[in-house]
């Protein structure tokens, strides 16, 4: 699958029709403008620091080393409300990291993202899913345990992980009681993947 403008899936939350898609190195201003966007909370608990360079990270997401690892994009006529990020390389344990934007919140964006990305992820080849949040991330501690991660902590940062095939059959689960269209085929084997 190339990363293209076509939705993977679609979610209506609070009359709102949110489509989602995979992002490509075009995209890299839009999301540099989305975390520009965020308030100083909402950057610490996504990057678990007060990060501020977007467009090194940005750089840092779309290079051959994350080769297994993709971007995800959820939008609203084009304009981005959510973002998710996957880390795989080739010890293929993907790293998940979403983030939602503070006016599209408390309806469900976080849950569908991370569960789209896990199903991608697993369908790229991954063998487990993983997170790291900050222990006050209550959102993303619900979502690790509705995928059934198993948790550890260090220090303020929680780590939970899960392998592919539990991951996937929860995530698939949590689609289907959100009512997400899926536009996409999400039984591809992983050797269809890029």
Do not use: Q
Not at 4 to 32: C, H, M, N, Q, W
Not at 77 to 84: R, W, Y
Not at 97 to 106: D, G, L
Not at 118 to 145: L, S
Request: a negative charge; glycine letters at 8%.
């Amino acid at each position: 699958m190339t990363p293209d403008s076509s939705p993977l899936a679609v979610y209506v939350a609070k009359g709102t029709k949110y489509a989602f898609r995979l992002a490509d190195r075009e995209d890299s201003d839009a999301i540099v403008k989305f975390y520009s966007s965020m308030d100083p909370e909402t950057l610490f608990m996504r990057f678990l620091s007060a990060y501020r360079n977007f467009e090194g990270h940005v750089r840092w997401i779309f290079p051959p080393e994350n080769s297994l690892g993709f971007v995800l994009i959820g939008e609203i006529e084009g304009v981005m409300v959510a973002e998710g990020e996957s880390f795989m390389d080739g010890r293929r344990c993907a790293e998940l990291a979403p983030v939602v934007h503070p006016s599209h919140r408390k309806r469900g964006l976080g849950t569908v993202i991370t569960a789209l990305m896990v199903v991608e992820a697993v369908r790229r080849g991954a063998i487990c899913i993983e997170v790291f949040y900050h222990m006050e991330n209550t959102p993303m501690a619900r979502i690790a345990k509705s995928l059934g991660m198993k948790l550890s902590v260090v220090e303020e940062v929680m780590h939970g992980v899960v392998g592919a095939e539990e991951g996937a059959a929860r995530a698939m689960e949590i689609l289907r009681n959100r009512g997400v269209e899926l536009a996409v085929d999400v039984s591809e084997t992983a050797s269809s993947a890029p």
